[in-house]
């Protein structure tokens, strides 16, 4: 059986989709087993793998489904709406080998230098200044008012990035992410990249963006672009996702909810629950394979994506369990070399985001019942239209926050990585408490 023969594709960016993607899961496996032929887009074939242990297999063996699309991408028309998503870039995300090392221990180092203590303070300032600014309304919308604002916030403070080029970034990812005017979308997204590269090499701060360019595996300007392409559109839309999916969770779930007005908030259990239920983003993790691969009767074609179905693997039911709570093993950070190098942060943003948010409203409730939830159509991401609430009214606690500026220039100095072919950096000026951990924390909490 090929998946050429398949004429009836499960369409996966229409709103039947996005209303059931469980159900239509279910029925794939029924019908197919482990791998299943969909559409992300009209004409945009793909494998779709709804097994868990068929996901590690594909995840974790980059020399039969490696990373590079660059031949299916050649057999795509150029104005193809999921190319900015899944066309070709120097990025961790496309690359396997000594070139995915080199862009991944960039990132890894760099992140790792930023205390979770001061990240998480900083976090919560940020939910205050954006929970006061419809405190005194007693209702909102809580993704577009709340999910989505605060971990843009946060990643332009990580990346010191200047309001400008943060609203480029914005547009042009929410352009890519509905498929509307994609193209344009995408050029717009990768130039704001681009610019925010050259402004950090040109005036680096204290930030993760001056880190990477100081570290000694040396990206170039246009490789550098696309790592902050890459970290913004994985970092920011997938934790509003989770911010919002694990809030629907807490206020719609029993198992949950009755725990709010009781004082004891399972934050990080309904965050468990929803990377195994709910994830964030629902089908990514597109290998393209260098020849046609058969399993259990199935045939990928070469050259065409092949992409992991986090929400059906991780509710495989030959893996199922009873208690996720406190279990880590699903893969909605995706597995082998390119697991998520930023997931800490992402869990991190968001129970900080949800803490803040049930202190400061206990009575917090959903202002509709969940069946008239809607969600947003697309072939990759699983994400609520809206989350509109009611709550108490409450007071302000601080004034509505400036734009953040760009952090104050400062050397950075990062341990070489453990490769020894890794380029040298050049020497930076000794300078009192010059020590990257040192300035990160006092820009983190000044």
């Known amino acids: 059986m090929t998946a050429e023969t398949h004429q009836e594709r499960v369409r996966m960016y229409d709103a039947q989709f996005a209303a059931d993607p469980g159900g239509v899961y279910e029925a794939l496996r029924a019908r197919y087993g482990n791998y299943a032929p969909a559409e992300l887009a009209p004409g945009v074939p793909v494998t779709l793998v709804l097994g868990y242990d068929a996901a590690l297999e594909v995840l974790r063996d980059p020399g ?131 610019d925010l590269a050259k402004l950090k090499r040109a005036r680096p701060g204290a930030d993760i963006v001056s880190a990477m360019l100081a570290h000694p595996a040396g990206l170039t300007d246009e490789e550098m672009g696309n790592q902050i392409g890459m970290l913004v559109a994985t970092g920011t839309d997938a934790v509003a996702n989770l911010i919002a999916n694990a809030l629907h969770l807490l206020l719609s779930d029993d198992r949950f909810g009755g725990d709010l007005s009781g004082g004891s908030l399972p934050i990080e259990d309904a965050l468990d629950e929803v990377l195994w239920t709910d994830p964030p983003v629902a089908n990514f993790g597109f290998t393209y394979p260098v020849r046609d691969v058969e399993r259990e009767g199935y045939v990928m074609p070469a050259d065409q994506p092949v992409g992991i179905a986090y929400r059906a693997v991780n509710t495989d039911p030959s893996k199922q369990t009873d208690e996720r709570i406190g279990n880590r093993a699903h893969l909605a950070f995706s597995a082998g070399p390119h697991t998520c190098p930023a997931k800490n942060p992402a869990r991190i943003i968001a129970s900080a985001a949800i803490e803040k948010l049930l202190d400061r409203l206990p009575d917090l409730d959903l202002a509709v019942s969940p069946d008239e939830l809607q969600w947003r159509p697309g072939p990759f991401h699983r994400s609520l239209a809206a989350l509109p609430v009611r709550f108490t009214p409450v007071p302000v606690l601080t004034p509505t926050p400036e734009p953040l500026p760009v952090g104050p220039r400062f050397p950075v100095r990062v341990p070489a990585p453990s490769a020894p072919s890794a380029p040298s950096a050049p020497a930076v000026e000794d300078r009192e408490d010059s020590s990257v951990l040192g300035r990160l924390t006092a820009w983190w909490k000044g």
């Open 64 to 194: 039969t489904f490696p990373k590079d699309p660059r031949r299916w991408q050649a057999t795509m028309a150029p104005d193809c709406p999921v190319l900015p998503v899944m066309g070709y870039r120097p990025s961790v995300l496309y690359t396997d080998g000594a070139e995915h090392a080199r862009f991944r221990v960039t990132i890894t180092e760099s992140f790792g230098q930023v205390p979770s203590s001061a990240m998480r303070e900083y976090i919560e300032q940020s939910a205050d200044a954006i929970i006061d600014g419809f405190a005194a309304d007693g209702e909102a919308d809580l993704c577009a008012q709340y999910g989505v604002r605060l971990p843009l916030l946060v990643f332009n403070r990580l990346f010191g990035c200047p309001p400008d080029i943060a609203d480029r970034l914005v547009r042009g990812l929410s352009m890519v992410a509905e498929l509307v005017n994609a193209e344009a979308g995408g050029a717009m997204f990768v130039q704001a990249a681009l």
